[in-house]
């Protein structure tokens, strides 16, 4: 049987009770197919860390994830630390560096969960690609004047050819594979007229290689109010690292919570492991209340058992944890009145009934 090695990096505040409800479900699924072996090693990393050692991740950390066939994420970010510092010791410093360059951040309501649109009664279906290594997050820019009255800050966003052309061919390619074949290419280049233009030139380029695929182009603002007011018309969007950030999250409460929302930082040429995770952060408000909804979290499982080749075992995760919201064992982010083991312990459930 197949047997993989997964780097789990819990992180901070309710990252490490999704992951460790994620590994928990992944587990009893293993042991319960017998199709394939599954190992978790826990890497420390995160705020605890950082105040023992100075740094978020260690100095060969990108050695050390690249044995492992991929990794699971929980969250970074302490109420004590500031978000740059955390968030680029620990998230940034993997992603860039790994070349992780495909965010893919899937959005779908199932039963339980609920799209609080009435203009989306039939709920929603979405693929949101991320280009996930550049743009405003390429870390460049600076301050001078620290303090002075005439002080100033760049925070400098780079796109590069490369960059933006693998990134589109993925998007093309994603859209592809779908049955609606549709693609929009969000920017902003009305008043952006450097970076944003190179998109729109790409996009026209790129699309001549998939004639199948219908796309179009939007610019970002007017895509919010199209997510809203006509999600049924939207299928694969692709978007800049920023753009897509801000998306996802209005995409994960528009499918009816950030609780549910998963995401796979994908390196597509596999050089190197691809890591999952949750699209939230490590909400501070209910760390350590037992509440935290774990399903983002199976779902980010679920995409990386599939990525790693176990997509039977996947798709019946997500089934087991479809089923769960179908009978109503929600957490409270979804108007339930279930805990985080609740969930777990009905996934469980779900589990031992397979095939059986
Ligand atoms: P957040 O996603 O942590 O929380 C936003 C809101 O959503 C909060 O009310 C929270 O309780 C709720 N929420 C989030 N996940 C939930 C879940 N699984 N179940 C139920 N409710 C959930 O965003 P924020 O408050 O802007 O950020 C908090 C910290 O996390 C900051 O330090 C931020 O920088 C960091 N952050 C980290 C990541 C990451 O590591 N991937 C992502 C986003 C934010
Ligand atoms: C996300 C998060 C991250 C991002 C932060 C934590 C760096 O918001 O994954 O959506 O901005 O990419
Ligand atoms: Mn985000």
Not at 131 to 148: F, M
Request: glycine share 8%.
């Amino acid at each position: 049987t197949p047997s993989y090695n997964i780097a789990s990096i819990p992180g901070d505040g309710i990252g490490p009770e999704v992951v460790s409800a994620a590994i928990q479900v992944v587990e009893k699924l293993a042991k319960k197919l017998g199709t394939f072996q599954i190992e978790f090693t826990h890497i420390p990393w995160g705020t605890t860390y950082y105040k023992q050692t100075g740094r978020y991740i260690s100095e060969d950390a990108l050695d050390t994830l690249r044995k492992f066939d991929a990794g699971i994420f929980g969250a970074v970010g302490a109420p004590d630390v500031p978000d740059h510092i955390s968030l680029w010791g620990l998230l940034l410093a993997i992603r860039g560096p790994l070349q992780l360059y495909a965010n893919v951040r899937p959005v779908r309501t199932f039963p339980g969960t609920k799209c609080p649109l009435n203009t989306a009664t039939e709920g929603i279906d979405w693929m949101l690609v991320r280009e996930n290594s550049e743009g405003e997050y390429a870390g460049q820019g600076g301050r001078s004047h620290v303090g002075q009255q005439w002080e100033a800050a760049t925070e400098v966003a780079i796109f590069t050819r490369v960059g933006i052309e693998r990134i589109m061919r993925f998007a093309f390619e994603t859209a592809q594979s779908r049955p609606r074949k549709l693609l929009t290419v969000v920017t902003k280049s009305n008043s952006m007229r450097h970076g944003m233009v190179l998109w729109d030139e790409i996009a026209t380029a790129v699309a001549k290689d998939f004639p199948d695929v219908t796309w179009d182009k939007m610019l970002v603002d007017a895509m919010t109010v199209r997510m809203v007011a006509k999600p049924q018309s939207i299928d694969t969007i692709v978007g800049t690292n920023l753009h897509m950030d801000i998306l996802s999250d209005l995409a994960a409460a528009l499918a009816g919570s950030i609780g549910v929302a998963p995401s796979s930082n994908l390196d597509p040429t596999r050089k190197n492991p691809s890591l999952f995770e949750p699209v939230h952060g490590s909400a501070f408000d209910i760390t350590g209340k037992g509440i935290a909804n774990p399903v983002a979290t199976f779902w980010s499982a679920a995409e990386m058992l599939k990525w790693i080749g176990e997509k039977d075992a996947a798709e019946k995760l997500m089934t087991c944890v479809e089923n769960v919201c179908a009978a109503d064992v929600l957490t409270p982010d979804l108007g339930g009145t279930s805990n985080t083991q609740g969930v777990v312990d009905a996934v469980f459930a779900e589990i031992e009934k397979i095939n059986a």
